[in-house]
């Protein structure tokens, strides 16, 4: 289990355990984390999952596949430490992952 904080746009922060193997956007839907919708259920085919990396943790998530820069096309207010989190898989060394949601999603 590792602990991921997400934060809303607003700044409001919900601390959640996700199971290894599960992909931040899984963590969220399953605690129903407002602003995080996956509305493909996890495919890398939409955008509704986008979330802001904390600058500390870029290195440890990896960098974004070409396929996941080019559904990042669609999202708004990308920023360079914007991923979709549909494609974060949850292992141990991400204890303490911090991800925001961009206020579009809201």
């Known amino acids: 289990m590792a602990k991921i904080t997400y934060i809303a746009h607003d700044g409001s922060s919900r601390t959640l355990e996700v199971k290894a193997g599960l992909t931040v956007m899984e963590g969220a839907v399953k605690n129903n984390v407002p602003g995080i919708d996956a509305d493909c259920g996890g495919a890398c ?49 991400l204890d303490g992952l911090v991800v925001t949601t961009p206020e579009s999603q809201h």
């Not at 600058?55 to 430490?81: I, Q, R, T």
Request: glycine residues 4%.
């Open 45 to 93: 085919a939409c955008a509704t999952c986008h979330v802001y990396v904390d600058e500390a943790w870029m290195d440890k998530v990896g960098a974004a596949s070409a396929m996941e820069e080019s559904m990042l096309d669609f999202a708004e207010g990308v920023k360079p430490n914007s991923r979709l989190s549909c494609q974060i898989k949850v292992t141990d060394a």
